[in-house]
């Protein structure tokens, strides 16, 4: 391998000068990623945001209940008015009773979308709550639904392992379509903020927290290549020095917490080298697709059913390129931000 990057790219399909723009533009942002952890700060009452408080709900949020019914025909019809083929196949994952939401004991927890590729069907799991939480991961697993009845449509088998960098394109664009929504339709100043915090709180996580750990990751090879020896409170300086690039003065770390990294298992696996990368993608990637579908409107919709449809038999940079845009430019990764900043406007403006 030319790179310790080298092997991750093979895996995930991807070339080392899109991950460049996507990582240059992660930094060229860092004061996107500061300016939402002051104002989240503040929603809460706080001065400044402390690492445990980075994913805390918002206080006082009217908690907001769905009947299973309401979640169905809410998820169905946002996904119809998006397109009406793939609202057709979101129905008949409703009428095979292909999803498992009910909740039981000895059930596991969590929620995933298992793709049958025979059946042209797909299989998901969850546990329906009827929390605004549970909606939102009925519309995440059957936008992966979704994008399996397209690729296993148009594709063989082997074209049907989908890599972690474009895995996300079904699923996100259906929760990026309910936010819209529920941002929309929102009874009160509160329920907004709190479905704006939701968005942005896993867009930061993936972009930013994500993103930090690769120029940490980076920076312990530049290290290694230079012959300096790496020891535990040496890895630790680094991993703070890569995690205030990211988020400066905005957010209070907890003494100790630079020893972060020792509890992630692949730091310690060679096969497992940048494993984190493929988040801040896979996120920026679709929030770039979402701009673009806001701008363009329906016109969007046959070259990004082109891009369902292709599964894994292209790479992301030609999936982009058939879209018209270069992923080896931050210009693209820019659009991302773009959706993004909308967001972060709307949450400001909400103060
Ligand atoms: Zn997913």
């Not at 996904?79 to 129905?91: A, C, K, T």
């Not at 000895?106 to 299989?123: D, I, L, N, P």
């Not at 994500?210 to 040496?234: A, C, K, N, V």
């Not at 770039?288 to 992301?316: D, I, N, V």
Request: hydrophobic share 40%; proline share 3%.
């Amino acid at each position: 391998y030319s790179s310790p990057l080298e092997p991750s790219l093979l895996v995930n399909d991807v070339e080392a000068d899109a991950v460049e723009a996507l990582m240059t533009t992660m930094q060229e942002h860092a004061g996107l990623c500061q300016r939402y952890f002051y104002l989240k700060a503040r929603l809460l009452g706080l001065e400044r945001l402390g690492s445990w408080d980075l994913r805390a709900p918002l206080l006082n949020v009217p908690d907001r209940k769905f009947t299973w019914e309401e979640a169905r025909d809410l998820v169905a019809s946002l996904y119809r008015n998006f397109d009406e083929q793939i609202g057709d196949w979101i129905n008949d994952m409703f009428e095979r009773q292909h999803i498992d939401a009910e909740v039981r004991k000895g059930k596991r927890t969590g929620a995933f979308c298992s793709t049958w590729v025979e059946g042209q069907s797909a299989f998901v799991l969850q546990s329906f709550n009827g929390k605004l939480n549970d909606v939102n991961t009925l519309a995440h697993e059957l936008g992966h639904a979704a994008h399996a009845y397209h690729y296993t449509r148009a594709q063989n088998y082997s074209n049907c392992h989908v890599s972690l960098c474009i895995a996300e394109c079904g699923s996100l664009m259906g929760e990026l379509l309910l936010a819209d929504h529920l941002i929309e339709e929102a009874a009160s100043a509160e329920e907004r903020q709190a479905i704006l915090v939701k968005v942005l709180d896993g867009f930061m996580l993936a972009v930013f927290q994500e993103g930090f750990r690769f120029l940490f990751e980076h920076s312990l090879y530049e290290r290694m290549e230079q012959g300096i020896e790496l020891d535990g409170p040496e890895i630790s300086k680094l991993w703070r020095v890569a995690q205030n690039k990211i988020y400066g003065d905005a957010v209070e770390w907890l003494d100790g917490s630079e020893w972060d990294w020792a509890r992630f298992p692949h730091h310690y696996f060679a096969s497992m080298r940048f494993y984190n990368y493929p988040y801040t993608f896979a996120q920026l990637f679709v929030f770039a697709l979402y701009r673009m579908y806001k701008e363009q409107g329906p016109a969007f919709l046959p070259s990004f059913k082109e891009l369902l449809s292709a599964g894994s038999s292209r790479s992301a940079a030609q999936l982009a390129a058939e879209l018209g845009m270069d992923i080896s430019s931050p210009t693209f990764w820019r659009k991302g931000m773009e959706q993004a900043e909308v967001f972060l406007r709307e949450l400001e403006s909400s103060e």
